[in-house]
């Protein structure tokens, strides 16, 4: 599992790191898919399964070698810090299309998860009583979750813990949607904008050295529920990694046909026709989160006009969503065809 990586291997892991992070900062895509698809996911869920008790113990007892090596701590380094670099760079980008272009953004991901659909079945062979049921149970929740209707904002910090556990989701589980998720239960704008903007606050207060803000109410009680999300998703993603570590080893086929019906599923939330609906205030004006941008409630699909030249332009992006999982499917196979030729020294 800890193959020795090229620096070229590494570069590629930071970028597999920037597609996962912008792929987990929007809603209804899922990054899962991209570590799935990347050839990484099953050396990600048992790199995180290593984030337990042992691993503890050898970084209290001051073993740090030894913990980098258990944890797979490289692999895992260099996959957050693209991430990271993508929460600054390359999802601000695909904000600014989304808001100018986002049919054509909703496009392209829908094409690229009908790739991913492509590349995960087509070397999938064992088709039989056990793998045929749970594809279709993971496509019938995949098409449920698409078509549910948000939850009211609830800041209670059980909930909120809960929340936390299902937003990993994005990672650990292809074609899971964290984000949308958030959507669905009613907490998207109080945990991924008003949270993280409080945080941003505090620390360029601390910086400041102002430390009024701990007399600020509102501000204290949004980083107490930004701390127990945190301490959430940190539960899910350990206990998600453990179950599906454990099931991706005793029941790997059935496990990738039900991860393969709830990717096609979940084509329903990236249809690229569909209109943004807005949360509305008492007047029928939209309302607005710390940002200042619209909260999104939910989308609203509908059927394209082929008379249109924009629907013509969908198309073709969706074409180069495909196009883009093609090229990585035939990048895989030419890079391991050529480490299979190249001579031992």
């Not at 291997?9 to 790191?17: A, T």
């Not at 991901?109 to 993971?138: C, H, L, Q």
Request: net charge positive; glycine share 10%.
């Amino acid at each position: 599992m800890h193959q020795p990586r090229t620096f070229l291997d590494n570069f590629f892991l930071v970028i597999k790191g920037l597609c996962m992070g912008a792929a987990n900062k929007v809603p209804g895509v899922s990054g899962g898919i991209v570590a799935f698809v990347g050839g990484f996911y099953e050396e990600f869920i048992y790199s995180l399964q290593k984030l337990n008790s042992k691993a503890v113990k050898l970084l209290f007892n001051g073993r740090f070698k030894s913990f980098y090596k258990y944890t797979n701590a490289q692999f895992l380094i260099l996959l957050i810090f693209g991430m990271l670099v993508s929460y600054f760079s390359v999802s601000r980008i695909l904000d600014y299309f989304l808001d100018h272009n986002e049919i054509f953004v909703w496009a392209t991901f829908f094409g690229m998860v009908i790739g991913s659909i492509y590349y995960i079945g087509k070397d999938f062979e064992p088709w039989n009583r056990r793998t045929v049921p749970a594809g279709i149970i993971g496509l019938l929740i995949g098409i449920s979750i698409s078509f549910l209707n948000p939850a009211k904002e609830n800041d209670n910090l059980i909930f909120i813990f809960f929340c936390g556990i299902i937003s990993v989701s994005g990672m650990t589980l292809p074609g899971l949607s964290g984000s949308f998720i958030l959507i669905l239960l009613g907490n998207y704008v109080l945990l991924l904008v008003d949270s993280v903007n409080a945080l941003y606050d505090t620390f360029s207060d601390i910086f400041a050295g102002d430390f009024s803000f701990v007399d600020n109410g509102e501000r204290i009680r949004t980083l107490k529920i930004l701390a127990v999300f945190t301490l959430g998703s940190a539960t899910g993603l350990v206990t998600f990694s453990h179950l599906l570590s454990y099931v991706l080893k005793h029941y790997k086929a059935t496990t990738t046909a039900v991860i393969l019906g709830f990717i096609t599923g979940s084509l329903g939330v990236l249809w690229p026709w569909k209109r943004t609906m807005f949360k509305l205030g008492p007047e029928g004006n939209p309302l607005l989160d710390s940002n200042g941008d619209k909260i999104v409630l939910n989308y609203k699909r509908y059927l394209p006009d082929i008379a249109l030249a924009e629907t013509w332009w969908a198309l073709l992006f969706i074409i180069l969503g495909i196009l883009i999982l093609l090229l990585l499917d035939w990048y895989g196979k030419n890079r391991n065809e050529k480490k299979q030729v190249r001579p031992s020294r």
